[in-house]
């Protein structure tokens, strides 16, 4: 409110402005992006992860975001239910719903480790090169194949998927299963054989800082480098972010890092349109 602004000084006023200012510029930027190939008029990004690393309230909580409310979607939470065991693809909004931004978030079922079963390296690459219709059912004992009903036997650019983000809970990174970090490093090499970018979202990280009272930033920068050594990924393809989860009410700071994390997601789906035009094109000569 206006009384608490008073009494601040006017360099952390201005501070606040600033952070409100970027928030709006970062919110118009997002929802006017276009992908820079002429072939597709949205970036399709598929989510992948852990059950309950957060993909589902990634999706909602950005969804939130442009729509300026918290907005609680079912499919968070639905662990091992059907509902995760297909794809679904989410367009964002923007305010009021009307604009979809350029975005299209796919989220699907939790990656296995442990006892848990996921989606086959089969099923993934897959998806990723653009064969699996939307709302495809996974299993097990069915891959993906020419036979399968929907089945994109010559996927456009559009089909395809052209970023992938990882999603790890930063609470949990000690304590994943070790072939975690073997499922991710398969899916990586394989993922990067097809000419697609991949980013992290270390999730929860309000969750390791209520852990400790003492230097947060240590524990960070530790969860960050855990997070990067899982993943085989340096620590400048990884966005720490907080989801939406309990709360009622959109909170600027925790917005900043959503935005953060969509721009870098955008910034490497873009790096693919531009690698496949200049595949298939080659140089302008002029
Ligand atoms: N505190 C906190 N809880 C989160 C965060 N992200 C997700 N959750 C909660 O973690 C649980 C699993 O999230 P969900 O999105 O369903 O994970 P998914 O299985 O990867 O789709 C839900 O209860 C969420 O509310 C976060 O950043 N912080
Ligand atoms: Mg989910």
């Avoid at 006017?32 to 598929?46: G, H, I, K």
């Avoid at 949990?172 to 991710?184: A, C, H």
């Avoid at 939406?244 to 925790?254: I, K, M, R």
């Amino acid at each position: 409110g206006s009384a608490r602004s008073n009494s601040k000084d006017p360099s952390a006023q201005e501070a606040e402005t600033k952070i409100i200012v970027n928030h709006t510029i970062r919110i118009w930027t997002i929802s006017s992006y276009r992908p820079s190939s002429a072939e597709v008029t949205r970036a399709q990004v598929l989510l992948l992860g852990p059950v309950g690393s957060g993909k589902s309230s990634f999706i909602s909580s950005v969804q939130s975001v442009f729509n300026g409310r918290v907005t609680n979607r079912a499919m968070v939470g639905s662990s091992s239910t059907s509902f995760t065991k297909k794809m679904q693809s989410f367009n964002i909004h923007g305010q009021n719903g009307e604009d979809p931004t350029g975005l299209i978030l796919c989220d699907m079922v939790g990656l296995g480790g442990g006892e848990m079963i996921g989606p086959t390296l089969h099923d993934i690459l897959s998806i990723i090169k653009g064969h699996v219709p939307e709302g495809h059912k996974f299993s097990p004992d069915q891959p993906v194949r020419s036979e399968t009903v929907g089945y994109v036997k010559r996927p456009s650019l559009k089909d395809k998927i052209h970023c992938v983000a990882f999603v790890v809970d930063a609470s949990k990174i000690l304590t994943y299963p070790k072939d975690l970090s073997t499922t991710f490093q398969q899916l990586r090499e394989h993922i990067s054989d097809l000419g697609v970018h991949q980013v992290a979202l270390l999730t929860h990280i309000d969750q390791i800082c209520s852990e400790t009272d003492k230097d947060t930033t240590q524990v960070y920068k530790s969860r960050m480098g855990k997070a990067g050594a899982l993943l085989g990924m340096s620590s400048s393809y990884i966005v720490p972010l907080k989801n939406y989860s309990s709360e009622l009410d959109l909170d600027v700071n925790t917005d900043v890092l959503l935005l953060s994390a969509v721009d870098h997601i955008l910034q490497y789906a873009d790096l693919h349109f531009q690698d496949h035009a200049s595949l298939h094109t080659g140089p302008k000569i002029d």
